[in-house]
């Protein structure tokens, strides 16, 4: 049983007494560990797995089903006591907490995806058993294939949203939500066989954990200075492009912006190299530059920009663009000040 201790307003104690006592194995004092609730069981109740143990929380607030919670390790023994950031605690310090978990294994987000490509032919179906990680997989390859048409907003695919969801109800099946089963699955058949298992768990963890870190980073900056990483086809694999969306340079400090809306997009082309789009977009008009490093390249992007700006106008927008032969340097640069926000299918479409 988790009985919740005295209160701060700004840290909540937890002991835990779980059925085992060999905490010392399985924690570790000062670690954070991203915990999960495996199922609420009312308004003050819920099952918490941290660590491949699921115990059971007397909580004095309601706790979500699939909700993911920051936990820090206090002791260890006789019993072990973590404390539990709220649900209101700074952003920032949860941000902080998370980037020293998994920094070490940050990748980008193509390369994620293509680790877990290889990773599910030497799966179990006792692993993958009600993920439907293969499905999710697959359509967030052909989402990044063919983004034009109905495909659905990769970064909703990919999850980066399903607490958000939670708290509306049941989320729409995502990555994140597929490779949470994966890893509850996996853990139960480490307890068996963990040496069969440990690869796969590690190589499941890892997808989470980059997933979580983008989540909280994103959530943590100033709205003025974010920015996406987005999985696309770069015509042989999957790849990961940058996206950084902010207010135009000539509304910051107005009184009355006009609302208009700087994108640039940086993402590297099999074939093409470095590329970088970078648009002006007010209402629902669009007007901007592609840049790449060769003549060659930019005459590919003229030769392609028509398609660009039907596939803009069939989303509702009027688009004008040039094609601009541009250095390295330029291409790679990252934006400063600028923010993301979702301007109705843009993510979707091919670059």
């Known amino acids: 049983m988790i009985n919740f201790g005295d ?22 004092k000062g670690e954070t560990i991203q915990g999960y609730v495996m199922k609420s069981l009312g308004p003050d109740s819920a099952v918490i797995r941290l660590n491949g143990m699921e115990m059971t929380a007397s909580t004095p607030r309601p706790l979500a089903q699939g909700q993911s919670i920051l936990v820090k390790v206090e002791q260890t023994g006789p019993q072990l006591v973590v404390s539990l950031l709220p649900a209101d605690a700074p952003v920032r310090e949860k941000t902080a907490a998370l980037l020293r978990m998994y920094l070490p294994v940050a990748s980008p987000i193509g390369a994620v995806l293509e680790d877990l490509a290889k990773l599910l032919p030497g799966l179990s179906s006792a692993a993958l058993k009600g993920s439907g ?85 994103n959530t943590a900056e100033k709205p003025e200075g974010k920015s996406w990483q987005i999985p696309f086809w770069n015509g ?31 993402l590297k082309m099999t074939g093409l190299g470095e590329v970088r789009a970078e648009a002006i977009a007010y209402k629902e008009r669009l007007e901007g530059a592609i840049y790449a490093a060769t003549d060659s390249a930019v005459q590919a992007v003229e030769h392609a920009m028509p398609s660009l700006v039907k596939s803009l106008g069939d989303i509702g927008f009027t688009a004008k663009f040039s094609a601009q032969r541009a250095s390295r340097d330029f291409l790679t640069r990252q934006p400063i000040g600028e923010t993301v926000l979702p301007v109705k299918n843009l993510l979707n479409l091919r670059a």
């Open 133 to 217: 990680l293969e499905k999710m997989l697959d359509d967030i390859r052909k989402s990044a294939q063919k983004p034009e048409g109905d495909s659905k907003n990769l970064l909703q695919m990919m999850g980066f949203f399903h607490e958000a969801e939670l708290l509306s109800g049941v989320p729409e099946q995502n990555l994140k939500r597929s490779l949470l089963a994966a890893r509850r699955n996996l853990e139960r058949l480490m307890e068996k066989e963990p040496k069969q298992y440990r690869d796969a768990l590690k190589k499941v963890d890892n997808a989470l954990a980059n997933i979580e870190l983008r989540q909280l980073m």
């Open 7 to 28: 209160i701060s307003p700004s840290l909540l104690k937890v002991i835990f007494q779980p059925r085992v006592s060999d905490f010392a194995s399985r924690f570790v």
């Open 236 to 266: 042989e694999k999957m790849d990961t492009a940058r996206l950084f969306i902010g207010r135009d340079e000539k509304d910051r400090g107005k009184a009355k912006p006009n609302q208009t809306v700087r994108l640039t997009l940086t």
